[in-house]
């Protein structure tokens, strides 16, 4: 049974409106995982200091935490169709100009800083977007089924295809990734734009009222506040590993360029795993037991990850530990967002939601950057 079977009284419009957006989905989150590779590696070939290759991860997330709340509010104002596909055509725009800045000597840490920081302002707004078409093309009865065979797409290909591919490219040349994400990025420019179902803009008003009222309407709901909020920590402390991720795999374990995607990869293996069995691990849990459990894994799991991981294969179960718990914990959440909020209001609460829960990642960068060079990193364990 396919995911276009279960929608109730499902037109020819929704079902094909729905496997445009997961396609789409799919197709630029392989350019996501390729970036997520490539992005790093730039700067570990430019500087050892684990301070400014922390930098790049810290300037791709900044935005989710200076510009979450407009974007919520103009999501809200437009249709999520045109603004989701405009958006990803920007992104492909700033990658082909930093692939072609990358022929050039004019290509250092700052100019990583600067697209990581654009390509990343893009992203608030196509996430943002994505959020409001999902309950638009799906029935509220199969939200986890959507949710979680999106997540597990964007795992497979952001966790499995992309990085590989990336760091794969990028040890023939380092435009050549960058290229191709441009590419991923246009294409699903294309997809979405095709999108028929339509999302109704909101009155304008100021932006300061229409960000308060969606500020307003999450802390009003304690569930929706009390999920956001466990997210930023969580986050918070996610991306203080991240952030210098690639350090602890070329100095501890000694991995390749071509081999640290491979290694990013398989850490993916239990959040497409997770995504995959989310709706029945859910339906069989509940959402709350699914949290509560999730909550208490993944710290532990990360804990051990550094106190014990000595190869690879240590490395990926671990890893695949947390990114298990991450998916449970993604499309539970997106799930309770998407069914409770009101449609008119679903981009800005969805962004107050984000900023709380992606806005610590810039923060937690830095901060795992510093603690890094502290510890004395780089250094071979």
Same mark, same amino acid.
């Given at each position: 049974?396919?995911?276009?079977?279960?929608?109730?009284?499902?037109?020819?419009?929704?079902?094909?409106?729905?496997?445009?957006?997961?396609?789409?989905?799919?197709?630029?989150?392989?350019?996501?995982? *390729?970036?997520?590779?490539?992005?790093?590696?730039?700067?570990?070939?430019?500087?050892?200091?684990?301070?400014?290759?922390?930098?790049?991860?810290?300037?791709?997330?900044?935005?989710?935490?200076?510009?979450?709340?407009?974007?919520?509010?103009?999501?809200?104002?437009?249709?999520?169709?045109?603004?989701?596909?405009?958006?990803?055509?920007?992104?492909?725009?700033?990658?082909?100009?930093?692939?072609?800045?990358?022929?050039?000597?004019?290509?250092?840490?700052?100019?990583?800083?600067?697209?990581?920081?654009?390509?990343?302002?893009?992203?608030?707004?196509?996430?943002?977007?994505?959020?409001?078409?999902?309950?638009?093309?799906?029935?509220?009865?199969?939200?986890?089924?959507?949710?979680?065979?999106?997540?597990?797409?964007?795992?497979?290909?952001?966790?499995?295809?992309?990085?590989?591919?990336?760091?794969?490219?990028?040890?023939?040349? *380092?435009?050549?990734?960058?290229?191709?994400?441009?590419?991923?990025?246009?294409?699903?420019?294309?997809?979405?734009?095709?999108?028929?179902?339509?999302?109704?803009?909101?009155?304008?008003?100021?932006?300061?009222?229409?960000?308060?009222?969606?500020?307003?309407?999450?802390?009003? #709901?304690?569930?929706?506040?009390?999920?956001?909020?466990?997210?930023?920590?969580? #986050?918070?402390? #996610?991306?203080?590993?991240?952030?210098?991720?690639?350090?602890?795999?070329?100095?501890?374990?000694?991995?390749?360029?071509?081999?640290?995607?491979?290694?990013?990869?398989?850490?993916?293996?239990?959040?497409?795993?997770?995504?995959?069995?989310?709706?029945?691990?859910?339906?069989?849990?509940?959402?709350?037991?699914?949290?509560?459990?999730?909550?208490?894994?993944?710290?532990?799991?990360?804990?051990?990850?550094?106190?014990?991981?000595?190869?690879?294969?240590?490395?990926?179960?671990?890893?695949?530990?947390?990114?298990?718990?991450?998916?449970?914990? #993604?499309?539970?959440?997106?799930?309770?967002?998407?069914?409770?909020?009101?449609?008119?209001?679903?981009?800005?609460?969805?962004?107050?939601?984000?900023?709380?829960?992606?806005?610590?990642?810039?923060?937690?960068?830095?901060?795992?950057?510093?603690?890094?060079?502290?510890?004395?990193?780089?250094?071979?364990?």
């Amino acid at each position: 049974m396919t995911m276009t079977d279960t929608v109730p009284n499902a037109s020819r419009r929704p079902r094909r409106d729905w496997h445009l957006l997961w396609t789409a989905s799919a197709v630029s989150t392989i350019g996501d995982g *390729a970036f997520l590779a490539v992005l790093p590696l730039l700067a570990a070939s430019m500087t050892a200091d684990p301070r400014l290759i922390a930098g790049v991860t810290a300037w791709g997330t900044l935005p989710w935490l200076l510009a979450a709340l407009p974007a919520g509010a103009l999501a809200d104002r437009w249709d999520a169709r045109r603004t989701m596909a405009r958006f990803q055509v920007a992104q492909a725009l700033l990658l082909g100009a930093l692939a072609a800045a990358t022929l050039t000597a004019v290509c250092g840490v700052a100019v990583l800083y600067a697209a990581a920081f654009a390509v990343g302002l893009a992203e608030t707004m196509v996430k943002v977007s994505a959020q409001k078409l999902v309950p638009a093309v799906v029935g509220a009865r199969d939200l986890e089924r959507a949710n979680g065979r999106q997540n597990a797409t964007v795992f497979a290909n952001r966790m499995f295809l992309g990085p590989p591919l990336g760091a794969l490219l990028f040890s023939l040349a *380092a435009s050549l990734p960058l290229w191709w994400c441009a590419s991923t990025f246009a294409v699903s420019a294309a997809l979405a734009w095709r999108i028929r179902t339509p999302t109704t803009p909101g009155h304008r008003r100021t932006l300061r009222v229409e960000i308060g009222e969606g500020v307003r309407w999450l802390g009003s #709901n304690r569930l929706l506040r009390t999920l956001s909020l466990l997210s930023g920590v969580a #986050n918070l402390a #996610n991306f203080m590993a991240m952030a210098t991720f690639v350090l602890f795999a070329r100095e501890r374990l000694g991995v390749s360029d071509a081999a640290y995607g491979v290694v990013v990869a398989l850490t993916g293996v239990g959040g497409v795993l997770g995504s995959l069995l989310s709706d029945r691990i859910v339906g069989t849990l509940g959402g709350r037991r699914t949290v509560t459990v999730t909550i208490f894994a993944t710290p532990v799991a990360m804990i051990a990850l550094g106190l014990f991981a000595q190869d690879v294969l240590t490395l990926t179960l671990l890893a695949s530990v947390t990114s298990f718990c991450a998916s449970l914990w #993604n499309v539970a959440s997106s799930s309770v967002r998407q069914r409770t909020v009101p449609a008119a209001l679903m981009g800005r609460v969805s962004s107050v939601g984000l900023l709380l829960a992606w806005g610590t990642q810039p923060v937690g960068a830095l901060l795992g950057g510093f603690v890094a060079g502290w510890w004395g990193w780089p250094r071979r364990g």
